[in-house]
C-alpha cells in the first residue's frame, strides 16, 4: 500500500513539473538563453554564422555586453551584505548579537562572497538569481552546518500564478536536475538501493540558438546528457525532482503546571526552615547587641532613663519585624516554586500521545490549537520512484530569488535583452565595413570566359607589382570597383555604442577607457556617482529586499538547527582585529548538577533581522578613502578606523605597534596621575591636622564653659569620639597612599616633602 502510495507521489511530481514546463516558461528560458549567449559572446546563430561565411563576409563580433555585464556586477557585489539582528525582548539582546556573527560563520563557511557574485550574475544574465539555505548533516562531524548555496535559474519552475517578486505566493516550486546516477549514490548514499533500481529517459530541450561548433565556449546544453562511470561504460541519467510546497500544520500550546518532585519540594522545606532558625537566632543576638549598648550609654549619662526604653521598643520591634518578613519571603518562595506554570508547543499528534499519560494530563491548565504554514519537500526520481518527504522547520520557501528586472511574473527580465538589438546593430555595422574594406583591397576581375588563366589570376592578382596575362584577342580583363560606403555606417557604430551605454548606465569612463577619461579626479567621481544611481536603485528596491528575506529564512533554519552546545569561530575580514569566539546553549546547573536553563539560548531566542542599511550599496573606493580621512582630522574617528580602510601594506604590522605605543602611553599618564594625587593628598592632610588642632582647642573650651548641660555635653562627647575616629582612619589611609606614592616615584616626592619639612 505504500509503495503504490509514493509512486502515485513520484508521479504526482513528474506531472506537476510538465505543466509547470509550459510554453511561456519555455519562451522565457529561450529569450534569457539568448541574453546569456550574447554574454558569453555567442551571438550569431547557426543559420547567421552560414549565412555570413557563404557570403565571404566576416563573422566576428564587437561584444560590449559583457563589459558592461561585469562593471554593474562589480558595482553590486562589491560589498558582501550584513544581517543585523534586533532583539524583541531585553532579555535576548545579547543572543541577538550572537546571531549576527552566526550568520557571518555560515556566509564565510559558505564562501558567500563568490556565492553572491554567480547570483548576480545569474540576475543580469539570465533575469534572476537564486540563493538556496540548506542544511549540511555531514559538516561539524555531524552535528550540521547551515549553508548558503547558489541554485541554477534554468532548474528552478514557479508556480505560475505567483505575482510576488520573492515568490512567497507560490503554491509550489520546483527545482528539475537531470544527474547521473553514481552521483545521486554520491549525495544520497542512504538512498542506494532505490536510485540503483530507478530507471529513466530524461527529456533533450534545447534552447540555444547559436552554432555550437563554432562557439568561443562550452555551456551545459553542449555537454549533453552524457555520464561516464569508472571503467569507461555509461552511467544512466536520471531526472531528479525537489517539489516545495506549503503547508498548514495544527500545533497545540499547552498551559500546565509545572510538576513537582515531592522529594525536592521536602529537601527545599527543610532547607528553608533551617535558613528561617538562624535568621532568629541572628536577630535575638542582635536585639541583645543592641540592648547592652542603650545601657551604657545610659549609664555614662549620655541618654536620659525615658530615651532607652524607647530605643529598646523600637530595637524589639524592628527584629519582630525582620523576622516575619523573613518568613514571608521564604513561604513566598516555597509557593512560587510550588505554584509554577509553563506553555509549550506541540504538535496536534504529540499531543494526543502526552495526553494518555496521567502525570501529564493531570498539570493541564489550557490546550489553544493553531496553524503553522510549514514548507514540505518531496524528493523523487523520474516519474515512480519516491525518495523522501518531510517537512521543513522553515515557514518560507528556502528558495530566494534576486530578480533584475520584475514583470510581476515568475519570468523576469535580464539587463542583457534590451541590449541585444543595439549589440546586433553594432555587429552589423562591423561586418559591413569590414566586408568593404576587404572588397576594396582584394577587386573582383569581370573577364571574358577563356580570355585568363584562371588559377594564376587568383594567386596574383592581388599581389602588389604583378604582372598578370591575359590571352590576345579577348578584351582585358576589367576591375569591378566596390561601391562608396555609406558614411551612416560609421555614425551608427558611435551612436550604437553611445545608446548602450544610456541604456545600461554604465559610460566609458567607468569602465577604465582611457580616451573617455574626465579632466579632474571630481569630475570622475561624479560620473560615477551618476552611473551607479541606476544600480544603487535596483538594489534598494530588488537585492536588499531580497537578501533581508534570505536573512529572514536563514535565521529560521538557523534556530531549528544549532540546539546544541557550540562554540563559532569568527573570523575578522580586515586583519585589525583578533579572530574571536561566540558560545551558544551553555547550559547552567544546579547544585544538583541537573541543566535547569541555558545561557545564549539560541533555539528559544526572540529577534528580527535586517538587512543592515545600505550595506550593499557600490561605493567609489578613492571617494570613501577622502571621507574617512576628512572625518579623521575633524576627530569623528581615530586612526585605527583610518587605517581600516585603507590598503597600506602590513597595517596589521602597523596597528600592532600602535597598540602597543598606546597602552604604555596610558601607563605612563596613569602614573603621572597617581603622582599629581599623591602630592595632592600630602598637602591636603596637612591642612587637616592644623584644622584638627583648632577644633579641638575650641571643644576644650566649649566644656569648662558649659558643663551643666548634661545632653549637650554627651552629644559633643560622641560625636567629638567619632570625629576622632575618623580622622585617625582617614590619616592611616592616606598615610599608606602617600607611602605608596613615594616608594614609587621617590625623586619626584623626595624634594617636594623637603621643602615642606623646612617651612
Not at 62 to 86: C, D, G, L
Request: glycine share 6%; charged share 25%.
Amino acid at each position: 500500500m505504500a509503495r503504490n502510495t509514493n509512486k502515485k507521489k513520484a508521479e504526482s511530481n513528474k506531472q506537476l513539473w510538465d505543466r509547470s514546463n509550459s510554453s511561456l516558461r519555455q519562451q522565457w528560458r529561450s529569450k534569457q538563453q539568448k541574453a546569456l549567449d550574447f554574454y558569453l559572446n555567442d551571438q550569431l546563430t547557426e543559420a547567421e554564422q552560414r549565412s555570413l561565411e557563404e557570403s565571404g563576409m566576416p563573422t566576428f563580433t564587437i561584444n560590449r555586453i559583457t563589459p558592461v555585464i561585469e562593471i554593474m556586477k562589480y558595482f553590486v557585489t562589491a560589498k558582501s551584505p550584513r544581517w543585523q539582528a534586533v532583539a524583541a525582548e531585553g532579555s535576548d539582546t545579547d543572543i541577538a548579537a550572537v546571531h549576527s556573527d552566526i550568520a557571518d560563520y555560515c556566509w564565510n563557511l559558505s564562501n558567500g562572497g563568490s556565492l553572491y557574485s554567480h547570483v548576480i550574475q545569474d540576475s543580469l544574465t539570465r533575469g534572476v538569481g537564486f540563493f538556496m539555505v540548506d542544511v549540511d548533516p555531514d559538516q561539524d562531524r555531524g552535528m550540521g552546518e547551515v549553508i548558503f548555496k547558489r541554485v541554477d535559474p534554468f532548474d528552478v519552475y514557479i508556480d505560475p500564478a505567483s505575482r510576488d517578486f520573492l515568490y512567497r505566493d507560490a503554491s509550489y516550486i520546483i527545482i528539475k536536475k537531470d544527474l547521473p546516477k553514481s552521483q545521486l549514490i554520491n549525495l544520497m548514499p542512504e538512498h542506494s538501493i532505490k536510485i540503483k533500481k530507478a530507471q529513466g529517459q530524461p527529456q533533450s530541450e534545447v534552447y540555444t540558438q547559436r552554432n555550437s561548433d563554432f562557439s568561443e565556449n562550452i555551456q551545459p546544453d553542449d555537454v549533453g546528457k552524457e555520464a561516464y562511470l569508472l571503467d569507461g561504460s555509461d552511467d544512466e541519467i536520471l531526472d531528479f525532482y525537489e517539489v516545495y510546497s506549503k503547508i498548514k500544520i495544527p500545533y497545540i500550546n499547552v498551559f500546565m503546571k509545572v510538576p513537582q518532585n515531592i522529594k525536592e519540594i521536602e529537601d527545599l522545606q527543610r532547607n528553608l526552615n533551617i535558613q528561617l532558625v538562624n535568621v532568629k537566632k541572628e536577630a535575638r543576638v542582635s536585639l541583645k547587641e543592641k540592648e547592652q549598648q542603650i545601657d551604657a550609654a545610659l549609664e555614662q549619662g549620655e541618654i536620659i532613663p525615658e530615651r532607652a526604653n524607647l530605643e529598646k521598643e523600637k530595637a524589639k520591634r524592628e527584629i519582630e519585624e525582620q523576622i516575619i518578613q523573613q518568613e514571608d519571603m521564604l513561604k513566598a518562595k516555597i509557593k512560587e516554586i510550588t505554584s509554577q506554570t509553563t506553555n509549550q508547543v506541540v504538535t496536534e499528534k504529540e499531543f494526543k500521545i502526552l495526553m494518555q499519560n496521567k502525570e501529564f494530563s493531570k498539570n493541564v491548565l489550557d490546550a489553544v490549537k493553531f496553524y503553522e504554514v510549514r514548507i514540505n519537500l518531496s524528493c523523487s526520481l523520474s516519474d515512480d520512484t519516491l525518495l523522501y518527504e518531510y517537512t521543513l522547520p522553515v515557514s518560507d520557501y528556502p528558495i530566494i530569488p534576486i530578480p533584475y528586472m520584475y514583470t510581476n511574473t515568475p519570468y523576469p527580465m535580464s539587463a542583457v535583452s534590451p541590449l541585444i538589438g543595439k549589440q546586433q546593430e553594432i555587429n552589423k555595422a562591423h561586418q559591413i565595413m569590414i566586408h568593404n574594406a576587404n572588397l576594396g583591397s582584394n577587386l573582383r576581375w569581370m573577364y571574358e570566359e577563356g580570355s585568363v588563366p584562371e588559377e594564376e589570376w587568383e594567386q596574383y592578382s592581388s599581389a602588389p607589382g604583378a604582372l598578370l596575362k591575359y590571352r590576345q584577342g579577348f578584351t582585358p580583363p576589367t576591375p569591378v570597383m566596390p561601391a562608396t560606403l555609406n558614411s551612416a555606417f560609421f555614425s551608427v557604430t558611435q551612436e550604437g555604442k553611445q545608446d548602450m551605454e544610456y541604456m545600461s548606465g554604465i559610460y566609458s569612463s567607468m569602465q577604465g577607457a582611457p580616451g573617455q577619461q574626465h579632466e579632474t579626479y571630481r569630475g570622475m567621481l561624479t560620473i560615477d556617482e551618476y552611473g551607479t544611481r541606476r544600480v544603487k536603485a535596483w538594489m534598494q528596491t530588488i537585492v536588499e529586499p531580497c537578501l533581508q528575506h534570505l536573512g529572514k529564512v536563514f535565521q529560521q533554519l538557523a534556530q531549528s538547527t544549532y540546539t546544541a552546545q557550540k562554540v563559532f569561530r569568527i573570523v575578522q575580514p580586515s586583519g585589525l582585529q583578533e579572530d574571536r569566539q561566540v558560545e551558544i546553549n551553555i547550559p547552567i546547573w544546579d547544585d544538583m548538577r541537573q541543566a535547569i536553563t541555558k545561557y545564549n539560548d539560541y533555539a528559544s531566542a526572540r529577534f528580527d533581522v535586517k538587512i543592515v542599511g545600505g550595506s550593499t550599496l557600490p561605493v567609489n573606493r578613492w571617494a570613501l578613502l577622502e571621507e574617512y580621512f576628512r572625518w579623521y582630522q575633524s576627530g569623528l574617528i581615530d586612526d585605527v578606523a583610518m587605517l581600516a580602510q585603507t590598503d597600506i601594506r602590513g597595517k596589521e604590522k602597523i596597528m600592532e605597534r600602535k597598540s602597543i605605543y598606546s597602552q604604555l602611553k596610558s601607563q605612563v599618564e596613569s602614573l603621572d596621575n597617581a603622582l599629581k594625587e599623591s602630592k595632592g593628598t600630602v598637602d591636603t592632610l596637612q591642612r587637616q591636622l592644623v584644622q584638627s588642632g583648632i577644633r579641638h582647642q575650641v571643644d576644650v573650651g566649649s566644656d569648662e564653659i558649659d558643663r551643666e548641660v548634661t545632653m549637650t555635653k554627651a552629644q559633643q562627647k560622641l560625636l567629638r569620639g567619632f570625629m576622632q575616629g575618623e580622622f585617625d582612619m582617614a590619616k592611616k589611609e592616606l598615610g599608606m597612599k602617600v607611602d605608596n606614592a613615594i616608594n614609587n616615584f621617590k625623586a619626584g616626592l623626595s624634594s617636594g616633602k623637603k621643602g615642606k619639612s623646612s617651612s
